[in-house]
C-alpha cells in the first residue's frame, strides 16, 4: 500500500506563498483521486483540495483562488502550492488518498502563517 510523505511547510507572514509536495512511496498512476487536507490546533482535519488522474479539481471554499493543486505522475508527487496565506490557514497539511486507496496518515508537515 502506498504510503504518503509530506514536506514543505514552514513559518511564514500574512500573505506570502509556500509549496508542499507529498510523495508516495509507490507509483500514483492508478490512484484516481489524491488530496490535500490540514487540521488546525483545536479543530477536526478538513479537506482542502483534491486532483483526480485527468487532473480534475476541487478547492475548499476557504482556499478558493489563493491555492493550487498539482501532481507529477512520473515522481509520484501531488504539490499545493499556497498563495496569499492568511493566519487562519495555520495547520499541519496532510496528504492522502481519496477512495479505496486511502491509507494512514502521515506525520503531515506544520503550517505557520503570522499577521
Known amino acids: 500500500q502506498v504510503q504518503f510523505v509530506e514536506s514543505g511547510g514552514g513559518l511564514v507572514q500574512s500573505g506570502e506563498s509556500l509549496r508542499l509536495s507529498c510523495v508516495a512511496s509507490?507509483?500514483?498512476?492508478?490512484?484516481?483521486?489524491i488530496g490535500w487536507y490540514r487540521q488546525a490546533p483545536g479543530k477536526q482535519r478538513e479537506p482542502v483540495a483534491d486532483?483526480?488522474?485527468?487532473?480534475?479539481?476541487n478547492f475548499a471554499d476557504p482556499v478558493k483562488g489563493r491555492f493550487a493543486i498539482s501532481r507529477d505522475n512520473a515522481e509520484n508527487t501531488v504539490y499545493l502550492q499556497m498563495n496569499s496565506l492568511e493566519p487562519e490557514d495555520t495547520a499541519v497539511y496532510y496528504c492522502?488518498?481519496?477512495?479505496?486507496?486511502?491509507?494512514?496518515w502521515g506525520q503531515g508537515t506544520q503550517v505557520t502563517v503570522s499577521s
Open positions: 509507490g507509483s500514483i498512476r492508478n490512484i484516481y483521486q
Open positions: 486532483i483526480s488522474i485527468s487532473g480534475k479539481t
Open positions: 492522502n488518498a481519496l477512495g479505496i486507496h486511502r491509507t494512514t
